[in-house]
């Protein structure tokens, strides 16, 4: 049985989604979710799907004492990065090494680093007339969206497209392939 920690900062549709994917799994459990903010939906979908909740703080994150304890008394093999928004500490990352996994939403190495998330990237993506974009799933390194590449999906650009509707369209790629993709990992 390979057991997921899911960390996630905003609504947690990935989540929530990556939850269901295994609810009835024999080989994949998901131990907890982990969130920096009391406030978000991610909060209570994690509630609804009766999983453990554990709240971090950048600076309990960074010292990493704490979270390792979590880490290790949950048996957790995989750290699945679900719109979680702290950068992870360089001590973590050595710890989990080809085990930390994140979604983003752009084809990196375009419109990844310090600032791109959410609709920020969208918004960078219209603003220079790209004509196609996508998901990137990758593994995590000690520098933000760098780590290695897993697997990417490409979407047109439509040439009326808006923020709204290319977060909807990146929205259906990412709920489609990320769970498929972890498992693909987990189970190799
Ligand atoms: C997703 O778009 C993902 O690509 C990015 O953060 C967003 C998380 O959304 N890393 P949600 O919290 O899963 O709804």
């Known amino acids: ?37 009391k406030d978000a939906f991610i909060v209570s979908r994690a509630k609804k799907l009766e999983i453990p909740i554990v709240y ?36 973590m990352v050595n710890s989990y090494p080809q085990k930390i996994i994140n979604l983003h939403p752009s084809l990196l190495p375009k419109y990844g680093g310090r600032g791109m998330y959410g609709a920020n990237v969208h918004h960078a993506v219209i603003k220079n007339k790209e004509t196609e974009s996508g998901i990137t799933i990758h593994f995590v390194n000690e520098l933000y969206d ?32 990320f769970p498929k993709i972890i498992e693909k990992i987990l189970l190799r």
């Open 56 to 91: 971090t703080t950048k600076n309990s994150l960074n010292n990493f004492t704490k979270l390792r304890k979590k880490l290790n008394d949950y048996g957790v093999d995989y750290i699945i990065l679900a719109g979680f928004l702290l950068k992870l500490p360089v001590k």
């Open 146 to 177: 760098e780590g290695k590449v897993i697997f990417q999906k490409k979407l047109v650009v439509s040439v009326n497209e808006t923020v709204k509707s290319l977060e909807k369209k990146i929205r259906l790629l990412e709920l489609e392939y």
């Open 1 to 37: 049985m390979k057991k997921l920690a899911i960390f996630g900062s905003g609504t947690g549709s990935n989540a929530e989604n990556i939850c269901r994917y295994f609810s009835n799994s024999n080989c994949v459990k998901i131990a907890f979710i982990c969130t920096n903010n």
